[in-house]
């Protein structure tokens, strides 16, 4: 069984200029070179690469049903559905740029990744003195596709950089430290935590979906 849904989910130089004056005969002098400008970390266009485990699924819980129609063959039979909650995974690629130099820096990034995890339920059916009669499971596995803008809160400390922010985006499901050498490389641990609302199935109970995900990375600054 398939399922398929889309859902709305300067650098700074500085330079020393000596001039010097005096009468008299010529003076030979060394000219001292400028320093080298600051080596900043983090800053500019940025890619990434990411992955790691979809921690959990809140699906919720059990969930009785009961045949109350006296003409219905099951009348007074309980059918008792367990979602199924295991752990996926998760990988994707992510494009952004940081603003500014300071302590601050303000920053967009498009996060493009690829989301699974494995769905189902078991099913239990009770006779009406509590006796079970039958059972069943159904397993499945979740993929989704799903993109995000997000808008991010930088904070710069040197090569430590703590961040935080928000995002909204799309997405598509179906059923079926060493030190570096270079500047240019980051590595970074983030968690997200993904709310999906369903804009297809209208029902009377809620149908977001919410997920944990804790991953790590490789960024590289262009």
């Known amino acids: 069984m398939k399922m398929k849904k889309f859902s709305i989910l300067t650098s700074l130089l ?8 005096q009468a008299g005969e010529a003076v030979a002098y060394k000219q001292v070179a400028p320093p080298p400008p600051p080596l900043l970390w983090g800053v500019g266009f940025y890619g990434a690469i990411d992955m790691g485990a979809n ?4 699906r919720g ?3 009785t049903f009961s045949a109350s129609d006296p003409d219905d063959p099951l009348f007074g ?7 199924k909650n295991d752990v996926g995974f998760f990988g994707g690629i992510k494009l952004g740029y940081v603003f500014g130099t300071g302590v601050f820096r303000p ?3 498009g996060d493009f990744f690829y989301n699974g995890f494995r769905g189902g339920a078991d099913f239990r059916l009770n006779d009406p003195a509590g006796v079970e009669v039958a059972n069943a499971s159904l397993t499945t596995w979740i993929n989704t596709g799903a993109f995000m803008a997000n808008f991010i809160g930088r904070f710069a400390f040197g090569r430590f950089q703590p961040y935080a ?3 909204v985006g799309i997405y598509y499901a179906e059923s079926a430290g060493a030190q570096l050498d270079t500047a240019r490389f980051s590595t970074f641990i983030e968690y997200h935590y993904l ?17 944990h995900l804790l991953g790590a990375g490789l960024r590289f600054h262009f």
């Open 61 to 63: 819980g059990d969930r």
């Open 195 to 211: 709310n999906y609302t369903s804009t297809q199935i209208e029902t009377n109970e809620d149908r977001d979906l919410g997920q």
């Open 107 to 109: 920053t967009v990034e």
């Open 165 to 167: 922010g928000a995002g």
């Open 55 to 58: 921690l959990y699924q809140n």
């Open 77 to 83: 039979d309980t059918l008792t559905v367990s979602p």
């Open 14 to 21: 500085f330079g020393f200029v000596t001039a010097s004056v």
